[in-house]
């Protein structure tokens, strides 16, 4: 069966990049969507993930004929609901076009006066506050803080390109903003967000419309950029002190000198949520093991007690993430693992769990890019966009519980800054409710 998952995952790839690509060059969809970054973490979560499990399938446990059978059953039905919801459900569209129309407004004098507030929300991560719970909330919304702050910096560096202020300040809370992801205590995730900001704020405001093989190609080559940081900072980012500034500043110092470094190439790209995966089939499906027991929606109930403290409840339900490794003493110690959506779907019932998430997932996906269609100049929404990106990268590889909270935290803190805006300066726009053009 091993070859049978080199193709299939060879063959997820391409669909997932023709999936991306096709209807944008046929000017059907946007190309700097929900669905394209969540297409384009499946392609890599998924497949890359698989391909690499062909290289030493036993890893963690012998897997039968079935395991792959239901891996391969497992992918097919999450991925053609998740089509078929986001192609053909019509209800987030007509959403969409009722809510969330009104905004306040979005001048540059606005934009300029909120984004000191942007990076000051970063504090609440760099100088956390020392009470349970609110010290949590406050850290997980502000750091991405400084993801809105280098979006705002780029739409008025936008409407006045030549303007020497925006590109000094630009430059600044750009770098301020990648440090800060460098120490945000979450991987790579945040750093993604960051240099997010620039193709989605170019693409949205500027580009939308240009000449698509162009756009596809220029993407590609900010993409690949993107990847080389990423890849140096997987090779830098491991025994530091969190929170600190300073160790961002020695950090960066040492990036160029692993930019192009194999190993670390290797241990992002696609990881080994395949594996786990397969583990989660294993013990959840096939061979059923003794003491682990299905767990339905086991997700949503995570993500519903997520706020409470663990220190105010000592049996608060884990992430599938860390009791997986954990429990099957396949681990090294202390590490949390991406078991992937499918194996999440194994272990919270099966096929049938696979399609009610896929069902979510496809209709807030597209309720997401209605709106970006709807309102493309909107610099909250871009920073929705660009804050949650490395979230929704990640989220086919999971947890897909935890990844979900920093998804809802990055949407809160674009919320948060309307709010504020709206209390000082009013609302000020109002967006239509009419049918978007599919941007080409």
């Given at each position: 069966m091993i070859w049978l998952l080199y193709i299939f995952c060879w063959a997820f790839i391409a669909v997932m990049l023709l999936m991306i690509t096709v209807p944008y060059l046929r000017r059907q969809r946007?190309?700097?969507?929900?669905?394209?970054?969540?297409?384009?973490?499946?392609?890599?979560?998924?497949?890359?993930?698989?391909?690499?499990?062909?290289?030493?399938?036993n890893r963690l446990v012998e897997h039968s004929r079935a395991d792959y059978l239901w891996f391969f059953s497992g992918v097919i039905t999450f991925y053609f609901t998740l089509w078929l919801t986001y192609n053909y459900f019509k209800w987030p569209r007509r959403l969409a076009a009722r809510r969330l129309r009104k905004w306040p407004k979005m001048s540059s004098?606005?934009?300029?006066?909120?984004?000191p507030l942007c990076l000051l929300m970063s504090l609440g991560?760099?100088?956390?506050?020392?009470?349970?719970?609110?010290?949590?909330?406050?850290?997980?919304?502000g750091k991405y803080g400084t993801v809105y702050g280098t979006v705002f910096m780029l739409v008025l560096w936008i409407r006045q390109p030549l303007n020497p202020l925006y590109i000094c300040?630009?430059?600044?809370?750009?770098?301020?903003?990648?440090?800060?992801?460098?120490?945000?205590?979450?991987?790579?995730?945040?750093?993604v967000g960051v240099l997010a900001t620039f193709p989605t704020a170019l693409y949205w405001l500027k580009y939308r419309y240009s000449n698509r093989?162009?756009?596809?190609?220029?993407?590609?080559?900010?993409?690949?950029?993107?990847?080389?940081?990423?890849?140096a900072y997987s090779s830098v980012r491991h025994n530091r002190d969190l929170r600190s500034l300073a160790t961002a500043v020695a950090m960066l110092q040492r990036l160029p000198e692993h930019m192009m470094d194999a190993s670390g190439m290797t241990q992002m790209?696609?990881?080994?949520a395949v594996d786990a995966s397969m583990l989660a089939i294993n013990v959840y499906?096939?061979?059923?093991?003794?003491?682990?027991?299905?767990?339905?929606?086991?997700?949503?109930?995570?993500?519903?007690?997520?706020?409470?403290?663990?220190v105010f409840w000592e049996d608060k339900p884990e992430a599938l993430g860390t009791t997986l490794p954990r429990d099957t003493r396949k681990w090294s110690g202390g590490e949390n693992w991406g078991p992937g959506i499918i194996g999440h779907g194994f272990h919270e019932g099966g096929l049938h769990i696979l399609v009610i998430y896929a069902v979510i997932v496809g209709t807030v996906l597209r309720f997401c890019d209605e709106l970006l269609a709807r309102q493309p100049n909107n610099p909250y929404l871009l920073g929705m966009l660009a804050a949650s990106s490395g979230q929704i990268v990640a989220w086919p590889r999971g947890d897909i519980a935890v990844f979900t909270m920093q998804i809802v935290s990055a949407v809160l803190a674009g919320f948060f800054l309307a709010a504020i805006a709206r209390i000082f300066f009013g609302r000020g726009v109002a967006y239509s409710h009419e049918n978007p053009q599919a941007g080409g």
């Open positions: 946007d190309l700097l969507t929900t669905w394209s970054l969540f297409l384009l973490g499946s392609a890599c979560f998924i497949g890359l993930s698989g391909i690499g499990t062909t290289k030493w399938p004098p606005v934009l300029f006066v909120l984004m991560l760099l100088a956390p506050v020392q009470i349970q719970g609110l010290g949590q909330i406050v850290a997980n919304v300040l630009l430059a600044g809370v750009a770098f301020y903003s990648f440090g800060v992801s460098m120490v945000s205590g979450s991987g790579r995730r945040e750093m093989g162009k756009t596809l190609g220029v993407v590609f080559v900010l993409g690949l950029a993107s990847v080389v940081l990423l890849n790209l696609g990881q080994d499906r096939t061979e059923k093991w003794d003491g682990f027991d299905v767990k339905p929606f086991h997700t949503i109930t995570y993500i519903l007690v997520n706020p409470i403290p663990r």
